[in-house]
């Protein structure tokens, strides 16, 4: 039961704006104040590490997307992992691991219905991010159910030395195709071909995209994982096959724009080449979580699936940090380091 | 045998120059010369009808597509359905019904594998086309395997007083959905909702589309039935529902554009509410065609399932007719009638 003479202080990252076009900082504002006490069937949570994501841009705007849009006024909405402090519910005991939209809070406080408890697995706490949490998840789901590689067959990446892509390519691999990388700058490029052995790399930002394209697919594009959209999707559906199949998993490069911008001029290919574009949210797949979590772990353990973590010290520095997934400066799974495990 | 003595002479379109937009007139040119006399395996078939469609627009392009960009001084490329005059293929025999890419031709001659002989069935020979052949199997193909219809959701379909249009919303109703059709003009307006029983019309051409569509779809859009791109498509996908599938049946908006033309804005929406969008081609499913042509023509003499055919009389008239297709001015499926059965 808690000790009200130890009261927690809190501090959390309040959205006070809209934002409009590319985030400017002035969304966000810093609040502290004591974290409440919990009720019946409540749980109070400290934040050890919380999750960056595309998504977080998403979630500011006024508009619902696959969830509400946060209200101003309320802590921003974000992916965390926890300690359990305090537990009046029965499902959870103090020292228990948990995951859930905790927010960009050191304290989160709520029913425990509202998280999840994680086991402990043979791997850092950041791999639960960069490995083994929604990115794996999202890799895995999107290029397996939604992608439906068979072997032989070529995928394209996007944003391939991302957090999500650079898995995508190395599952892509695992499952016996040919994977070719599309990444920003020569750096990123090596990472994806001499580090996590994908076939071939395209620097878009240092070639023309199409005839590279063109180049390291001799035998067109059967599988499309997007995670960027604009150009480079209506580039790569020009070189798509016959019932090829594109993957939406995000489209980046469209998240800043303050007015809706055109889709892809070559969106009639799909009909000529019998071509599916979908879409998926990976938290479609609950059910089959903790299946694909022991595959990606299994993977890891057998030195075929590798990831990276960008991890930024302190919840203060975490708007600043958002910014960067926009500007493609991570490394990585960006997370903020909130508190010591 | 043939009876040189009388051999027919053979009128045709050939194609002549590549249109650039808008049709011209002046990419086909008539030529008049006599039908060779047939060889071994070969069919000389009289052409009874000839269908035009918007794809025979994407085939005079330089472009292949799902089928060879039609080489310049060749004859225009056609489905059509005629009568076998002279056979010396096993599989047919003088009085046989055939169909097949005949072309813009009165006289065919080739082997017989290129052709298909059809059943006499009890519907006039325009029914064919305008319920039996590929347009009626687009329709049901189309809606059933791409659009995987549930009881109680609501299909919009686009161009829906067209040929494959009005056939894939009755389907629609047939099997319990709600259906909202996008058509232009008054009358094309009527005839779905008073004589097809589509649940509501919006003329496109006289009302704003997106506050129309929001009225008539008041659940939102589940199946959206694609034939036209553009705005409508942008539109469309504003208002799916999750799991929401597309069927891009075609483009017509876009297939007169010199230049390619961007997508909609709102294909992010995808990702959101993790649709499907994807394209097919009816000849995919040809190893199920006879048993969807006996569904269609059941549902047809139930009185569920009606069609309109627009027949243009004589060959001479048929590039005219084409550009009809374009400007929507076609009540129904549109043919020529090029001889007497």
Known sequence: MGDDSMAQQNGKWILTARPQGTLKGNELEWKEEPAPDIAQNQVRVRVLYLSLDPTNRIWMNAMDSYLPAIPLGEVMRGGALGVVEESRHSGFVAGDLVQG????????????????????????????????????????????????????????????AGAVGSLAGQIGKILGLRVVGIAGGPDKCRYITQELGFDAAIDYKNEPLYPALRRACPNGIDIHFENVGGTILETVLALINLKARVVLCGM???????APTPGPATLGLLVAKRARMEGFIVTDYREHFAEAVGILLGWH??????????????LENAPTALGRLFAGTNNGKLLVKVSDS
Chains 1, 2 share one sequence.
């Open 301 to 314: 353990q057998a030195g075929k699936l590798k990831y990276r973590v960008d991890v930024v010290e302190g």
């Open 101 to 160: 939209l905790l927010g960009w809070q050191r304290y989160w406080t709520g029913d425990g219905g509202a998280i999840n408890k994680l086991p402990r697995l043979p791997i850092p706490l950041t791999g639960y991010f960069g490995l083994l949490g929604h990115i794996g998840l999202t890799a895995y789901f999107g290029l397996v159910d939604v992608g439906k590689p068979q072997a032989g067959e070529t995928l394209v990446v996007s944003a391939a």
């Open 252 to 258: 980046i490069s469209q998240y800043n724009n303050a």
